[in-house]
């Protein structure tokens, strides 16, 4: 109550509690029976997205080219538990309830009861459903993410060289099956995710592994795309790519990610392809 909140801040600081709902925009960007898909990338760093490494992620750029780019985003967190945490609840990491299990296992959200927002789209009536990659993070009962109506669990077969092999052919599969009904589908896929996969080559050093693993990941996200198009989805599907955090390889001395908060850790890329919606960069 001692602090002085300019005037063009106010808004931000109502208390909303008691409030009513906001109401959803007159204007819809998908007119009927919309698809979301969204597709978070485990550890992608913002700079993938040069033009220096569209070698290495050619579906990435050319979706880059046809969408709303967010080019100066910022995650929550350097660990996808505290960014996806923030994500699906529309709350900083302090205002979240954590539970830190005394086994040393990593913290959960099971006792926060605030809602995501799966539960809100599926309380009005969207068919919520997400193909589950981290069984150890990402299902219902860790809080993380909750309220889908289906959850898609992954054998991971040995036969399967990526887990996200599956995830892709689950995934389409399961957009084939949708009707007229609305849906919000939700992934993520881990492959940028140390250790790197080398698969066989050998690369020279562990940045140039990191990039074989985002090729990888990259042909997936295009399967995925070109299925949507295939499958006559195109004019009804919005589809979002964004990334928990990035990743370091010795900038500030820093390796991998989850210690720090500079931007190489939480400046990710984050793009919106939506029919009809005219493809533009956003540097706010």
């Given amino acids: 109550g001692a602090v002085a909140i300019p005037r063009e801040l106010r808004h931000w600081f109502e208390n909303r509690a008691r409030g009513p709902d906001i109401p959803p925009s007159a204007e819809r960007l998908i007119p ?38 967010f080019s100066q985003a910022r995650s929550s967190g350097s660990d996808t538990r505290f960014s996806l945490g923030a994500l699906f609840s529309g709350r900083h990491y302090s205002m979240l309830t954590w539970t830190w299990p005394r086994s040393g296992r990593r913290p959960t959200l099971e006792r926060d009861l605030l809602p995501r927002f799966p539960e809100l789209l599926q309380k009005a009536g969207v068919d919520t459903v997400t193909a589950v990659s981290l069984p150890s993070t990402l299902v219902s009962k860790y809080g993380i993410v909750r309220g889908f109506s289906e959850e898609l669990e992954m054998t991971f077969d040995k036969k399967y060289r990526s887990e996200s092999e599956e995830i892709t052919d689950r995934t389409i599969e399961r957009l084939k099956q949708q009707g007229a009904r609305p849906m919000f589908f939700y992934t993520h896929l881990m492959e940028p995710h140390d250790p790197y996969d080398t698969y066989g080559k050998r690369p020279e050093s562990k940045f140039e592994a990191y990039l074989l693993e985002v090729s990888v990941v990259d042909g997936y996200i295009g399967r995925i795309r070109r299925a949507i198009a295939e499958l006559g989805l195109k004019d009804r599907t919005a589809l979002m790519i964004g990334a928990d955090h990035g990743e370091g390889f010795g900038e500030h001395r820093i390796y991998t990610h ?25 540097d706010d």
């Fill in 258 to 282: 989850g210690k720090t908060v500079y931007d190489i850790m939480v400046r990710v890329p984050v793009m919106i392809e939506i029919p009809g919606v005219a493809p533009r960069t956003v």
């Fill in 32 to 69: 009927s029976a919309p698809i979301v898909v969204l597709i978070t990338i485990d550890a992608l760093r913002f700079d993938i997205l040069d033009p220096k490494y569209r070698h290495v992620a050619p579906n990435l750029h050319e979706m880059r080219k046809n969408s709303v780019y």
